[in-house]
C-alpha cells in the first residue's frame, strides 16, 4: 500500500490477538457452529477493512458524516417497524441469509457525528463546553438513543451517552455545567427508575446490589459468572476442560458472558493478559488522538475508541459482578457478525483520521 494507506501494525497485531483469543474460547466450548460462523465474520471483516483503508479518505469521512447518520437513524426506525424478535427485544433486521443489528453501525456513525459536532465547537472558539453546547451535543444524542432504548436495548443506548460523555470530558465542561448535570442526572435517573425502567432491567440492577440474595432467581446469571471466573484460579482449567461452560452453568457463554467462560480456561495469568491487551490497545489509540492532525481526526479517533473502551469496560464489570448486567458484548472476544464486523469497520475509520 502507498504510505497513506499504510496499517499501524502495533494497534492491528492487538486486535488480531483479541480476536484469536475470542476464537480459542469459542472453541473450547466445543460447539463448532459458533466457531465456524465467528471465523467467517471475521473473514468479512478483514475484507471491509482492506476495502474501506484503501478507498476512503478522512475528506470522505467528514463529508459523509450526515448522511451516515442519518441512515443509520433510520435503519434503527426500520427495526421498530419491521425487526425480527427474540428474548423480548426487537434488535435485528433480517437480510435472508443473516441477521444485522443497526445499533452497531449506528455506532460508528454516532462517533462520526461527534466529530463533527466538536470539531465545529472547537473552530467557533465554544471551549471549555457551556450550557447551550451541551444542550447541542444533547440533540445529536437524543435520536439514536431513543430509538435504541425502545428495542428495549437499554446497554446499548446507554453507550451513545457514554461516547458523548467521553467527548464532553475531552473537550471540558465549565464548572456549572458540570453542576446541572449532575442534577440532571440524578433526575433523570429517579424518573427512569420509576417510569421507563421494565421490570426486568430493575430486577438486574437488584440482583447487582445484593447476587446472594437472589441467587437462583434475578441473581443466578452473576452468581454462576462469578463461579466461572474464580474456578479459573491462577492458569485456567485448560482447552475443553471449563466444566462450568460445558455443563451449561455459564449464561450467555458465546456472547454477553464469553468473558466468563475464557476466564476459566485460562485462569488468572489469561484473564490479566486479556485486560492488559485491552489496555495496550487503549493505549494505542490514544497516542493516534494526540497526534491527530486536526480537531475533526482527533475527536473521531476518541470516539471510535470510545466504543471498544466502553464495551470492554461494562463487560467485564458485569461479568465479575462488580457493575449491573447489561446486553453489551466484549469486544472482539463475544459471538456476533454485526458487532465484529462493526469493530473492523471502526478500526478502520481510527486508521484513516490518524493518516489524513
Known sequence: MGKSRRIDLGIMAIFMVISLLGLF???????????????????????AFLVILRFVEARTLREWTATLYIATFILLVAVLVAGKSSKGAQRWLSLGFFRMQPSEFAKISFALAMAQVFN?????????????????????AMP?????????????????ILMAFTACLVAGLRRRVIVLLLILGITVSYLGWTHVLKEYQKNRIRAFLNPKKYRTTIGYHVIQSTIAIGSGRLTG???????????????????????????????????????????????????????APNPFSMYGIIELGSIFFWHAFINLGMTMGILPVVGVPLPLMSYGGSATLASYIAVACIIILSRE
Do not use: C
Request: proline share 3%.
Open 144 to 160: 439514536v438513543f431513543l430509538a435504541v432504548l425502545v428495542q428495549p436495548d437499554l446497554g446499548t443506548a446507554f453507550i451513545f
Open 120 to 140: 465545529w465547537f472547537t473552530d467557533n472558539n465554544r471551549l471549555p463546553l457551556g450550557v447551550t453546547e451541551v444542550a447541542i451535543v444533547g440533540l445529536v
Open 237 to 291: 482449567k485448560g482447552f475443553k476442560k471449563a466444566t462450568q461452560t460445558k455443563l451449561g452453568f455459564t449464561p450467555e457463554k458465546h456472547t454477553d458472558f464469553i468473558f466468563s467462560s475464557y476466564a476459566e480456561t485460562t485462569g488468572f495469568i489469561g484473564s490479566a493478559l486479556l485486560i492488559l491487551l485491552y489496555t495496550f490497545f487503549f493505549t494505542k489509540i490514544g497516542e493516534l488522538a494526540s497526534k
Open 25 to 47: 474460547t469459542l472453541a473450547g466450548m466445543g460447539e463448532t457452529f459458533y466457531f465456524k460462523r465467528q471465523i467467517l465474520w471475521h473473514v468479512i471483516g478483514i475484507v
